[in-house]
Nanobody
Framework: QVQLLESGGGLVQAGGSLKLSCVVSGSITTVNALGWYRQAPGKQRELVAT???????NYGDSAKGRFTISRDNPKRMVYLQMNSLKPEDTAAYYCYARSTIGNTEYWGQGAQVTVSS
C-alpha cells in the first residue's frame, strides 16, 4: 500500500505561482512513477505531469512551459511548481503514484488550487 498526502494548494491571482508538495508513505520501494493530475468541476481528470524513478518527465499540454515536476526520493516527496497561473488552472490537484506491482495506481485526496482573474 502507498499513501499520498498533498499540501500547498490555495488561492492565487492570475500570473502568480504556487508550489504543491506530496509526501509518499507506505511501500515506497514499489513506486516507479509519481505525478500530478487535476480535475475541474464538470470536467474529466487530466494529466498535469509525471516523473519516473529515473527522472524522466512528461507533461500535459496545459502544463508545458509553465509547470515543473520534481521528486526527492530520500525525502519521499514529489513537487509541482506552477508559474504563470491562469484562471483555467483552477481545479483540484491530485498526487499520483504507480506501483510496479500490477501497475497499481494510488491517489491522494486532492489539493484545491483557485486562480482568480
Amino acid at each position: 500500500q502507498v499513501q499520498l498526502l498533498e499540501s500547498g494548494g490555495g488561492l492565487v491571482q492570475a500570473g502568480g505561482s504556487l508550489k504543491l508538495s506530496c509526501v509518499v508513505s507506505g511501500s515506497i520501494t514499489t513506486v516507479n512513477a509519481l505525478g500530478w493530475y487535476r480535475q475541474a468541476p464538470g470536467k474529466q481528470r487530466e494529466l498535469v505531469a509525471t516523473i519516473s524513478q529515473g527522472g524522466y518527465q512528461n507533461y500535459g499540454d496545459s502544463a508545458k512551459g509553465r509547470f515543473t515536476i520534481s521528486r526527492d526520493n530520500p525525502k519521499r516527496m514529489v513537487y509541482l511548481q506552477m508559474n504563470s497561473l491562469k484562471p483555467e488552472d483552477t481545479a483540484a490537484y491530485y498526487c499520483y503514484a504507480r506501483s510496479t506491482i500490477g501497475n497499481t495506481e494510488y491517489w491522494g485526496q486532492g489539493a484545491q488550487v483557485t486562480v482568480s482573474s
